[in-house]
């Protein structure tokens, strides 16, 4: 619920995202994970409304096989998830790098 939170960069050495980690954080438009997250917990983006952008170090088969949560995006806007190789929609569309 920090409502003035815009972006954050969440270093390597965090492999997962703890549930409710930023429920609430309307404000949030852009996140960049320096390491390969492997599981998001339930509710991490929860009503993260303005989320737009999500920043993965690795490939967008590691995003799309990462272990997710209960409404880990729920009520959240149309984000993109940029990886090594390519993108990820929120609606899970893979588009790989030109």
């Known amino acids: 619920n920090c409502t003035s939170l815009q972006t954050i960069t969440i270093p390597a050495a965090f ?5 409710n980690l930023f ?7 852009s996140v960049v994970l320096q390491g390969k997250v492997t599981e998001i917990a339930s509710q991490v983006f929860y009503n ?3 989320l737009e952008s999500i920043t993965f170090a690795g490939t967008t088969d ?7 949560g ?3 995006d729920r009520n959240t806007a149309d984000y993109t998830v940029t990886c090594t190789n390519g993108t990820v929609a929120k609606d899970g569309t893979v588009s790989p790098s030109d």
Do not use: D, I, Y
């Open 23 to 29: 429920n609430g954080c309307k404000s949030l438009s």
């Open 48 to 50: 993260c409304s303005a």
């Open 15 to 19: 492999t997962s995202l703890p549930a």
């Open 70 to 72: 209960t409404w880990w």
């Open 62 to 68: 590691e995003w799309t096989s990462a272990k997710k």
